[in-house]
Structures are given as structure tokens and as C-alpha cells.
């Protein structure tokens, strides 16, 4: 395969900035401990800095719960749970994220515009996708909250009881809600740790809940680093832990509860395949890698990172390939033809640029956008790599960046070979216009999630999560109540 | 029959990949009944065979999930008929194992066979109780159904020969995954047997595996084994579970670990414990 800069006679036009503008959004300066339905400080009184990565000015100051919050929080949701939300019919509980749900529509240009200050993804995206998904994730759990003994799992299903719940950085208010609304809907109380670079739309959740008069002490949010979700996995008050993030710290959380009677669903990484016969729709299999790859700046668990293409039509879908991505629009998040934003961290971005380079170490070839990145803030540029062998760094570890590893196959046998050669197994990618086909390659990949002419879609009733390293467990549809039942 | 007659003696072996075999390490050991008496000489697994035993599973599983639902309902219904036939048999080797009298152990035999004939009518209604369309808001046909989570390590009960091991071995074995089972140390006869009859059974070699021998020598190759996918610790005590399990935290394994009321056939917790919901999304257009 060869890999030369496209020409392309749309990467000349060039588009007047259209900001969404901050005025929706207030952000205080500086926000404490959401416990017993109050804000309060940390009890150190210590507090860390939460910036605008598309910028690096510090947006507000974030309290750090240590271990005697988090005390104070599993306390919080226990009473919460033995006096108010386990005794609470079905029909009320749903009645309460049903108002929580309609909020999150009401306010979701504040949170989309916070979303994207805080997280740097493009202001499209959370408008379009983290803040409605979130909506409508209330709301479909709402109505399973007094249907709970057709549920499948029994005819009066108990909840667990105090939640304990860790959600990572890149769809910080949209995981929050996958973790939340089917915890409370079968009747469990919560405690919710954002990851320690976005914990902002938390920050105006807290806010919905209390204006939604949910009782206080069901849920509750405690910001801080790794130290606090620790101090959360390892609090014996908490009944079950559900965690958002990497395989590695997913691995320690499986290791440390080995012993106790706690329950633990985990949603890990991935190396997603996504795989095009030669008999797919070029245009439409196109946009659908790119979607795969460049949706939210890469930084998707179950992103297209791995791209399998036919041999025959290889070159072909290289070339177009290389072409779209030379039309992505890279920059200011807030502006609202931004297709790709900002890295969501520093120390993100370093691991992207270790990966990336051992990419060229071994032998692959590189191309990057010829975008230009703005000065300040954290900026890599969409990179598709090609001539990428199954060995390399680049086809086996999770980059969670805009990085797109391109391997080839010439039978579908071989396709399935490789895509199931991982330790991951999340989501996968078959893009061909032969149905029996796509049937045939879904039945034999490995993967909770396999996307058929499309890619990076998500739905409340659809259930999502891993087989293998990439966790067990499920978020969404009837499915993502088992992990919050006793059954 | 003479009474001059000398009686031949058989020594029970491991079934690794379709074949009885004796450890590759040539060890053996002897088995007692209830009273103490030498019943017969077992093969001692090794935790080479264990890990041969896992190279088999891995091997054979594809085709045992890719071979229809009636299919694996058939050859699970068909290992109930192999009991059947030999229950005699298998009522004297579980009331030597457990020290029954003739009725118990007539009883733990038939409800064992009852047991298989339950999970053999299972294999084909899974999908439609546990999976389902998801109506997604889009253009989109959506569907979840349950899948085998792969290799499942099982620790069978150790003192329930044949009716812990049925419960144990046949729900994994019901919803296609490949099955590497630890038997009970003290009383493996009665599983070994089973094994025996599954070879008749039209299983494809190494769907069921059955490894005989020093449960914490062997069982720590199972618990970190990397391609390992789940992990039934219920014959381990409590000390050997939590260290197991924390071995198998390393591959990310399900671990299944019982609590009481798990017998209960409704409860489908032992089914589900190694299921993996994979739900495809496929667009509807013209």
C-alpha cells in the first residue's frame, strides 16, 4: 500500500468560525463534595485545578475527597437507601428519573457548552450525542424502575444496595448517566467518582438533582484522583462497584475484591476491528472509519482502531481514506464545524505520542492531517498509519487517541483471525453489502458489540460491554439491570 | 462365572481433547471408598495436562457453539441416555464414593440423569429467554443474544461425585462453551465415568475434558491460565477461592463463585455465569 498526500480540492475551502457561545453556562469557582444532597468541602480542605484543555486556563477549583469522605458519602447513601430509596415504590423511583431525564433536556446547552469546556471534545458531539444519549438514558431506565418482575431476573428482584461508581474522562456526563440511571431505577443508592479531569458536568448533575428533589444522600458525587476511586473500591460499606476505564486499573479492582462478597462489573478497553470486505459501500464505509477512528478525538473504549480492509480494494479506500481525513476539521471545540477537539490531557497526549512514534519505529507507514493544530492547549493531529503488521504496538495496545492502525486480509477467514487476535474484545466493525455475510463474521467475532455498516452508535435499549480483557457486565437495555440486582 | 476367575482391574484416566490418557507425567493415585477400601487407581493429572487439556477446549469450542442449539440438545440428551444405560454402574461407584445407601445413591443417579435431561432441553431456548431486539431509536435492526464466554475452568464439588458435577460441568457445556473440569480429589470415579459415557455421546473431542488428581497442585495452572475465559471455583474452600480468584483477576476471568439457594433450577445463575450478551446493530435501508 502506498500512502501519498491526496489531492483534494475541498481542503482548500475554508469555513467563517461559528462559536457556541459560553454565556449558557456559569461556572462557579470552585465546587466541593456533593454529599447528603449539599455541597460541602473536602474535609482536608484540599482541592485540585480543572482546566480547559483546548486552552489550558483553569476553568474552576475541584475538591479532593480522601478516604473520610468517601466514608462520609457510603454513609450518606446507605442511610439514604435503608430509610428513603429501598422502601420507595417502583413507580415513585421512576417518577424521580423521569424528572431527572427531562432536566438534562431542559439545561443541555449549558451541559454541552461545560462538557466541552471541560473535555475539549467538539461542541457537536456533546450536543448531539453525550447530552441527549444521557436524556434518554434516564428516561428509558425511568419506566423499568416499576416493571423490574418482568425483567426477566425473577418475580421480585432486590437491588444490592450502596453503589459505588467510577466513571472515566471521555464522556464524563453520558457515563454518569449509563452508571446511574439503571442503579437507582432497581432501587440502589449511589456514589458517583468522576474522572479527576472532568468532573465539571457532575458538578451541574448535582445541581439537576437537586432540583429535581431527589431524596438527599441516594446519589452521591466525590471528585478526586485515583487515590479517592481506591478509597471507594476498597470501603467495605460499598455493595457493588461498577467501573469505567482501562484494563490495567480494571485488573487491580477485579484482584482487590477477589475475596469479598462485593459485586464488580467492569467496562475495560479495547482494539476494536473494523473490518471491509470488498464488497462494501465505499462512501458510506469511508465515513464510517472515520467515525470509528476520529469520533471524539479517538477517545472511545470501543473505537475502530484497528481498520481491516480486503486486499483488492485496499489502495482504493487507503486513498479515500487519507483524503477524508484531510478534511477534518481540527480545533476549537466550542466552534461548531469542529469535527475533531482537543486532547483531553497532557499526560493523555504523551501516551498518544509514545504510541504513535513507536508506530514509525517499527516500520509503519505514517500520515498525518495536513491540519494546522492551535497553539495552546493539547492537539494531535488525525494519523492513519499503514503497512501495519499484527505485531506492532500500534495494532495490539488501546492508543484512546486519533490513531488508525490499517492491516489488510485477503479471506474472510483470515479477517476474523485477526480481528479476534487480541486480548480485547469490545467492539468490532463489518462493513459489506452481503447480508449473510456480516451475519456470518458477527456470529465468530469475539466482541460484546459488533456495528454492521455502521459504527460508534449507542442507544439506552442497546446493551454495551466487553468479552475477554475488555470487562464483563453490561450498560444499557434489559441487560444493564442485572448488574445492579441481586440475582 | 469361576470363582478361579481373576477379575480385571481397571484405572480410571483423564480425558483430554476426546482421548483417555494417562498423565503425561505417568503418575497415578489411589482411590477409596467411604470405608476406606482400594476402589481403583486414578490417573494423577498434572498441570501439563491441565494446560493440554485447555490447548483441546480452546480447539474444539468454535465448532461445539457453532453447532446448532438442537444439535448441542441432542448430544447433551444423548449423554443422559449413555447414563442411563449404565446407571447401574454409576449407582455403585456413587454409593461407594459417598458412602450412600443403595436408595440414595439410586436417587442422586436419576436426579444427575434428570439433571442432564434438564440443561439437553435448554440449549435451544437460551437465546430466546436470555436475548432479544433492542428498538433502538434510529434505523437500525438491533439484536442481543447470549453467547458461550469460551474455555470455562470448573472445579467440581468435592463431595458431591455425580450430581455436583452435573451441576457444575452442564450449564457451561449447555450454552457452547468448552469445559476443563477439575473432578472431585477424593471421589473422581463417578465423574471420570460420565466422561466415559460422554465419549459415546457424539461430543466433538474436547468440549468436556475432565482432569483427576491434587486439586491445589493442578487447579492454580486452571485459576491463571490465560486462555482461560471463566472460572467455577465451587469446589475450592474459601481460602483457595479467594487466592484463585485473585489469579484469575489477572485475565479478567468470570469467576463464579456459589452462595446458597445457587441449586435452585430457577435461579439460572450457574447459565448465566458464563453467557456474554453480543448485541449487533445492522442499518435498514433500501
Redesign the interface.
Known amino acids: 500500500m502506498s500512502s501519498t498526500p491526496p489531492s483534494s480540492k475541498l481542503g482548500s475551502l475554508d469555513y467563517a468560525p461559528a462559536l457556541e457561545s459560553k454565556s449558557s453556562a456559569t461556572i462557579a469557582a470552585h465546587y466541593g463534595l456533593f454529599i447528603e444532597g449539599a455541597f460541602r468541602e473536602a474535609s482536608s480542605s484540599q482541592s485540585f485545578s480543572s482546566i480547559n484543555p483546548a486552552t489550558e486556563e483553569e476553568l474552576t477549583t475541584i475538591s479532593q475527597a480522601n478516604a473520610a469522605d468517601v466514608d462520609a458519602a457510603v454513609a450518606s447513601a446507605r442511610k439514604a437507601y435503608d430509610s428513603v430509596w429501598s422502601k420507595m415504590p417502583g413507580a415513585e423511583r421512576g417518577k424521580y428519573l423521569y424528572r431527572i431525564a427531562r432536566i438534562i433536556q431542559e439545561r443541555s446547552r449549558e451541559l454541552a457548552v461545560v462538557e466541552t469546556l471541560d473535555n475539549g471534545k467538539p461542541i457537536r458531539e456533546s450536543r448531539d450525542v453525550d447530552v441527549p444519549t444521557a436524556a434518554a438514558h434516564f428516561f428509558y431506565y425511568a419506566g423499568w424502575a416499576d416493571k423490574l418482575e418482568h425483567a426477566g431476573f425473577g418475580p421480585s428482584p432486590r437491588p444490592l444496595g450502596v453503589a459505588g461508581q467510577i466513571v472515566p474522562w471521555n464522556f464524563p456526563l453520558l457515563m454518569a448517566a449509563w452508571k446511574l440511571a439503571p442503579a437507582l431505577a432497581t432501587g440502589n443508592t449511589c456514589v458517583l467518582k468522576p474522572a479527576e479531569t472532568t468532573s465539571l458536568s457532575a458538578m451541574v448533575l448535582a445541581d439537576i438533582l437537586q432540583q429535581a428533589d431527589l431524596p438527599p444522600g441516594v446519589v452521591n458525587i466525590i471528585t478526586g484522583d485515583g487515590s479517592t476511586g481506591a478509597a471507594l473500591v476498597a470501603h467495605p460499606g460499598v455493595d457493588k462497584i461498577a467501573f469505567t476505564g482501562s484494563t490495567g486499573v480494571g485488573r487491580q479492582i477485579q484482584r482487590s475484591l477477589a475475596t469479598t462478597t462485593k459485586h464488580v462489573t467492569l467496562e475495560l478497553g479495547g482494539k476494536g476491528a473494523n473490518i471491509v470486505f470488498d464488497d462494501a459501500p465505499l462512501d458510506e464505509t469511508v465515513e464510517g472509519i472515520i467515525d470509528g477512528i476520529f469520533f471524539n478525538q479517538g477517545h472511545v473504549c470501543c473505537a475502530g482502531s484497528r481498520l481491516l480492509v480486503q486486499e483488492s480494494i485496499a489502495d482504493d479506500i487507503l486513498a479515500r481514506l487519507l483524503r477524508r481525513v484531510d478534511q477534518l476539521r481540527v480545533g476549537d471545540p466550542m466552534d461548531k464545524n469542529t469535527d475533531v477537539g482537543a486532547i483531553n490531557s497532557a499526560e493523555q497526549l504523551e501516551r498518544i505520542r509514545v504510541l504513535a512514534n513507536a508506530g514509525d519505529e517499527e516500520g509503519a507507514t505514517r500520515y498525518t492531517s495536513s491540519c494546522e493544530l492551535p497553539k495552546k492547549g493539547f492537539w494531535f493531529a488525525p494519523t492513519v498509519f499503514s503497512n501495519v503488521a499484527q505485531t506492532h504496538r500500534i495494532a495490539r495496545e488501546e492508543i484512546f487517541g486519533p490513531v488508525l492502525s490499517v492491516l489488510t486480509f485477503r479471506t474472510p477467514e483470515e479477517a476474523i483471525a485477526k480481528a479476534n487476535n487480541t486480548t480485547y474484545g469490545l467492539a468490532c466493525g463489518v462493513w459489506s453489502e452481503k447480508g449473510s455475510r456480516t451475519l456470518w463474521a458477527a456470529q465468530r467475532l469475539r466482541a460484546g458489540v459488533v456495528w454492521a455498516n455502521t459504527y460508534n452508535r449507542f442507544d439506552p435499549t442497546s446493551p454495551f460491554g466487553g468479552v475477554r480483557e475488555s470487562g464483563f457486565g453490561r450498560e444499557g437495555g434489559r441487560h444493564g439491570l442485572e448488574g445492579y440486582l441481586d440475582v | 462365572m469361576s470363582n478361579n476367575r481373576v477379575a480385571v482391574m481397571k484405572t480410571y484416566k483423564l480425558l483430554i481433547g476426546g482421548e483417555f490418557v494417562r498423565s503425561e507425567s505417568g503418575r497415578s493415585y489411589e482411590v477409596q471408598d467411604a470405608d476406606g477400601a482400594f476402589i481403583a487407581n486414578v490417573a494423577q493429572g498434572s498441570r501439563k495436562d491441565v494446560r493440554d487439556a485447555v490447548v483441546a477446549a480452546r480447539a474444539a469450542q468454535?465448532r461445539w457453539q457453532?453447532a446448532t442449539a438442537y444439535n448441542r440438545g441432542q448430544v447433551l440428551y444423548r449423554l443422559a441416555e449413555m447414563a442411563e444405560s449404565r446407571r447401574d454402574e454409576l449407582v455403585h461407584q456413587v454409593k461407594a464414593a459417598e458412602g450412600l445407601s443403595t436408595p440414595d445413591a439410586e436417587s442422586t443417579v436419576s436426579a444427575s440423569i434428570d439433571l442432564i435431561i434438564y440443561y439437553a432441553g435448554w440449549t435451544d431456548k437460551v437465546a430466546q429467554?436470555?436475548g432479544?431486539s433492542?428498538?433502538?431509536?434510529?434505523p437500525?435492526f438491533?439484536f442481543?443474544v447470549p453467547?458461550p464466554?469460551?474455555v470455562i475452568g470448573v472445579l467440581a464439588p468435592t463431595s458431591s461425585s455425580l450430581l455436583g458435577f452435573v451441576q457444575t460441568v452442564l450449564p457451561p457445556l449447555c450454552s457452547g462453551n468448552a469445559v476443563v473440569v477439575m473432578a472431585s480429589e477424593e471421589r473422581p470415579i463417578p465423574g471420570l465415568l460420565l466422561g466415559e459415557m460422554s465419549a459415546t455421546a457424539d461430543f466433538p473431542g474436547g468440549v468436556l475434558n475432565i482432569i483427576s488428581g491434587q486439586l491445589g497442585e493442578v487447579a492454580p495452572t486452571l485459576a491463571s491460565h490465560?486462555d482461560v475465559?471463566g472460572l467455577d471455583l465451587t469446589g475450592a474452600s474459601i481460602e483457595q477461592?479467594?487466592e484463585w480468584?485473585?489469579s484469575?483477576?489477572?485475565?479478567?476471568k468470570?469467576?463464579f463463585v456459589p452462595r446458597s439457594g445457587d441449586e435452585s433450577l430457577?435461579?439460572l445463575?450457574r447459565l448465566?455465569a458464563f453467557i456474554?450478551?453480543?448485541?449487533?446493530?445492522?442499518?435498514i435501508g433500501q
Do not use: K
Open positions: 468454535p457453532n429467554v436470555l432479544g433492542n428498538p433502538v431509536a434510529g437500525f438491533n442481543s453467547t464466554t469460551g490465560e475465559d477461592a479467594g480468584a485473585r484469575a483477576a489477572d485475565s479478567i468470570r469467576v430457577s435461579s445463575r448465566r456474554e450478551t453480543a448485541t449487533v446493530w445492522h442499518t
